[in-house]
């Protein structure tokens, strides 16, 4: 029997459960884990591949969605599984054997290269709009500079060809841009799109807006959108 942490054993005791953790276990319960472990075990698991991922499939989906739920880059995601138990509880993983942003990291492009992210995610939207967890009436846009090495010393010799570098503030970072649409009262994310890290937040927007959105919301980077051609006919955009 594996020994309890303190922090394990203080999430065990306590006595009220946060917003968080009442989210988290809804979802354990409604989204269908084993079929989207079906439709990825395949590759993940590929016939005649000797030894086996350091991280259970069941695990790394789990963290790949909380990372959708809250909008979290990988190293966001790595201090969130050190600081937060019940994300840890929630990918049934340990504070001893934590995946950090590298294998986090690894799993996204795992999914992407395979043409899976996109699939699992629109199996999640429908799951949560089926259940009433998906509200429909405003989205507030955003985007995440997603980091990346960028150093050449690897088998390739070469720096990720996706990858680019961009300036934000007084610092320069290189890598890739997650764009979310997300929904403006309980904070999920509904659309996603994925860009250079060069590539400005309003040039991808109109994939991140369903349609039926009463309004939508964007910080100082948007300025100007209600200008660009495919922004015209929308009338709440602020």
């Known amino acids: 029997m594996d020994q309890v942490s303190f922090s394990e054993a203080e ?3 306590k006595k009220r459960k946060t917003r968080r953790e009442i989210f988290l276990e809804r979802m354990e319960k409604l989204i269908p884990w084993k079929q989207l472990e079906k439709k990825v075990a395949r590759y993940y698991y590929p016939k005649g591949q000797n030894g086996r991922p350091p991280y259970p499939l069941s695990a790394m989906l789990r963290v790949h969605c909380m ?14 599984l050190y600081e937060i138990e019940s994300m840890r509880h929630f990918a049934s993983l340990k504070l001893d054997r934590l995946p950090d942003e590298t294998p986090i990291l690894n799993f996204r492009h795992f999914l992407e290269q395979h043409g899976l992210g996109k699939a699992l995610f629109r199996e999640v939207n429908k799951h949560l709009e089926k259940n009433g967890l998906m509200l429909r009436e405003g989205s507030i846009v955003d985007a995440t500079i997603i980091s ?6 690897n088998s390739a010799g070469k720096r990720d060809p996706e990858m680019h570098q961009t300036r934000k503030g007084n610092e320069w970072h290189f890598g890739m841009k997650m764009h979310i649409g ?5 904070g999920l994310i509904h659309s996603i799109d994925t860009t250079a890290a060069n590539v400005h937040a309003i040039v991808p927007t109109d994939k991140l807006l369903h349609g039926e959105e009463q309004r939508v919301f964007g910080d100082a980077g948007y300025l100007g959108i209600q200008k660009r051609e495919e922004h ?3 009338e709440n955009v602020s």
């Not at 990346?148 to 010393?153: F, G, L, Q, R, V």
């Open 182 to 186: 997300f929904d403006d009262a309980l």
């Open 148 to 153: 990346a090495p960028s150093s050449t010393k």
């Open 11 to 13: 999430y065990q005791n």
């Open 232 to 234: 015209k006919h929308r």
């Open 67 to 80: 990372q959708l739920f809250y909008n979290l880059s990988d190293p966001a995601m790595e201090d969130a």
